[in-house]
Each structure stands twice: as structure tokens, then as C-alpha cells.
């Protein structure tokens, strides 16, 4: 169960997961992709928490935004699962990855009023993906434009995190770490092909610049 907040490696280790465990791995892609779960996410952020059982039936695993901002409560609904704790070595690294990808992308949906790929979707689908699209300033960050507080956003996450997790469960992972931090957490072998690199800052700009929606 993911912790980790977004441009920590998480589409890497999405990948990663779904070949260890042999199933779908939830990630802000799986939000993109299905927008009727849209509504029942901007519920979950108004306090309204869902059957974790009936939306996340067919995953074995999530990472990254909208599932890290529940770590808590899935962490209690799925007391037997690890709790995956991505991040980077320096906070200015993240934040200039973030900086080029998510903050640039959330900051044009708000002068926008909506993010590009929102705009087709039907109305309550649209307006939940608004509603959840527009918690990464707000709630999940704190800010789209401060960099002191959206590095405070980062370093609230990893204390709380480690405080509240206990060391047999937690996961901590970054970048390059590859695969022996998940394989020794599931008990799994590790698999003899390289380590996932996804979703590069490069990526991310290029899938934009596409007009698709960014993940």
C-alpha cells in the first residue's frame, strides 16, 4: 500500500509490483483511465471513505495519488499488506521533478478551470475529476506555488509515515533501490530483468505536450 507521494518512482514502482504480484497496481493512470471511479474518490475527500473491497477489486497493490492521500484507512483495511513508503534522497530533487510535471499541470487546469482530458468526460464524472484533480494543491501539496510549503508537505509525509508505521511493515524505498527492498518485503524472488524505469520527467512532458493525460 502505497504512502509515497507522486514523482517518487511511483508509475516505476507500479510496474514493478504488478510483476511481482501478477496483478493490477492502482496509480493516478488507473484515475485517468477510469473516470467513473471519479466521484466515488471526491467523496472519499470530503470524508465520505468507500468499500475499499468494491473499488479496488481487480488490484493487488496502489501507489501515488489518489491511494497515498488514504494511506491510513487502507493501511487498517488491509492489515497483512506492507506499507510502501517511496520517496527521494533530497527534497529539491523531488521538487524539481515535481516542479516540471505536476505543479505545471495543475496549475494550468486551474487557469484552465479544468484539466484538458476532464472536459469530454460526463457531467458528475467531470465534475468529481475537477473536484479530486483539484486536491493535489489544496490537500495533497498545500500549495501549487510555495515551494517552502509544498517541501513541508514532503517532509510531513515521510515523518508521518514513519512514525506511524511499524518497522516490520514499513517500506522504504527510492529511485535506484531496484527490486530487493519489495522482493524482501513480499517474500518473493528477485526477478532477473532490469528494474522498471517509467515515467521520466521527459515522459511526462512529452505525454502533455500529446494531449494525454499525463499520469
Given at each position: ?19 511481482l ?5 492502482y ?17 472519499a ?16 497493490a ?12 487502507l ?22 521533478s515535481?516542479?516540471k510535471t ?7 487546469a ?38 517552502a ?24 524505498w ?42
Amino acid at each position: 500500500m502505497g504512502a509515497g507521494l507522486p514523482r517518487t518512482g511511483t508509475m516505476s514502482l507500479k510496474a514493478a509490483l504488478e510483476r511481482l504480484l501478477g496483478g493490477r497496481c492502482y496509480h493516478m493512470v488507473e484515475f485517468f483511465a477510469h473516470p467513473e471511479h471519479a466521484p466515488t474518490w471526491a467523496a472519499a475527500f470530503r470524508g465520505e471513505l468507500p468499500d475499499w473491497e468494491s473499488l479496488l477489486t481487480g488490484y493487488v497493490a496502489g501507489v501515488d495519488t489518489p491511494i497515498c492521500e488514504f494511506w491510513r484507512p487502507l493501511a487498517e483495511a488491509y492489515p497483512d499488506a506492507p506499507v510502501l513508503l517511496s520517496h527521494r534522497a533530497d527534497e529539491d530533487v523531488w521538487f524539481a521533478s515535481l516542479e516540471k510535471t505536476v505543479l505545471a499541470q495543475a496549475r494550468a487546469a486551474r487557469e484552465q478551470g479544468m484539466p484538458g482530458w476532464a472536459a469530454a468526460l460526463p457531467a458528475d464524472q467531470r465534475d468529481a475529476a475537477v473536484e479530486v484533480f483539484g486536491r493535489l494543491g489544496g490537500t495533497v501539496f498545500g500549495s501549487l506555488d510555495d515551494p517552502a510549503v509544498i517541501k513541508d508537505a514532503y517532509r510531513r509525509r515521510l515523518e508521518e509515515v514513519r512514525a506511524a508505521v511499524p518497522a516490520d511493515r514499513l517500506v522504504e524505498w527510492q529511485p535506484g533501490d531496484g527490486w530487493e527492498p519489495l522482493c524482501a518485503a513480499l517474500g518473493v524472488a528477485v526477478p532477473a530483468e532490469p528494474f522498471p524505469h517509467e515515467n521520466t520527467t521527459a515522459d511526462f512532458v512529452a505525454r502533455v505536450e500529446r494531449g494525454r493525460s499525463p499520469g
